[in-house]
């Protein structure tokens, strides 16, 4: 016999009653809102595919993790996949998607997480077209909310006790803010668990109350010391330092003058950024100087040495070898479609070989 609802939430079945059952597929609308992963899985079916369960049923135990990567061509209704009562935690590696309510709005961009309260009445996301989209999520149901935090929901961010009780006022989701090494260093175990077998569903559950502790609570007064303060200050310098670098592709300062610029010492700025970003300077410069390449080639205003004069590479040889190893193909091919750039954990191992510079490299010099 077919079931067509899920015994746990009156929502089309998940996958693990499908297979307990040994039933087939039950029909689902597309343009319903999920209620489990077997929903889900139709839902991104139907926008082209791009997603993977990694763990979980968010109708049997509560939460789901799931990785996403897709190209679409015309924007992407995210909030389509969102399950009914939950809040969700994104991070974000590659592509821009936009959360709005009401008249408030957050951007992800590459490299940066947050999190939303997915089932808020009028929230809408959407992924924007033309990009290489590769994020994790981690959604939580209210039950499972509910099970683990409701005896700190006044410790809670916002976000969080509105998930725990809608008729609570406040924002629908967190700043966004940079995915910082310690979290890209999770994205990667949870895509790849240090376990298998029965263990796993521990070692994910274990994974998924550490991101709700370190998301959802804000730290109490007592404990904003000078070094959260330390903390603070190193990010705004690794920002200014992004906005000078994206100033200045074709001539960049050096570390000491970038140093000087921001107000601390070069080895400390080196230090700080690496810890926030999780790259070096002189490769942050590399992969935003090739982003710029791609997309004045794309524009066809713009012939190969043009382009490599315009972001900082005297050497055609030199911008050549760089934009192939970052983009995936050589400039001359990359108008035509060639493959997608590389981001997170990719873009990293594609430069673990090579030696650090000493400092942000000028053009001309070897890259």
Known sequence: MLITMSSANGKPPCLGELAGKGLARPAFNPGQPPGCDYAEAVVWESLGGGWQSLFGCFCECGISVEWHDFACAEPRDWARTFHPDSL?????LSGHGRVTWADQSALFGPMTAGFYAA????ISAWRLPGERHQFLTVEYSRRFLEQHLKSSAGMLHPVGRWALDSRHTGPRFSTIFRLTAPL??????????????????????GKALELLAEFLFAQPNEARTTQARQKQVARERVEQVIRILSGNLAEPPTLEQLGRQVGCSPYHLSRSFSREMGMTIPQYLRQIRM?????????????VTEVALEVGYSSLSHFSHA???????????????????????????????????????RAGQPR
């Open 88 to 92: 969700e935690i994104c991070l974000n």
């Open 323 to 361: 934009f192939c190893e970052t983009m995936g193909c050589c400039p001359g091919l990359y108008p035509l479609g060639g493959p997608q750039p590389l981001r997170g954990a990719a873009l990293l191992d594609s430069r673990s070989s090579k030696p650090e510079p000493g400092a942000t490299p």
């Open 184 to 205: 890209r260093a999770n994205l990667d175990l949870l895509r790849r668990p240090p376990v298998s077998g029965p263990a796993q569903k521990l070692w994910y559950q």
């Open 119 to 122: 089932s808020a009445a009028g």
């Open 291 to 303: 982003e710029r390449a791609a997309e004045l080639l794309k524009s066809a205003r713009f012939n």
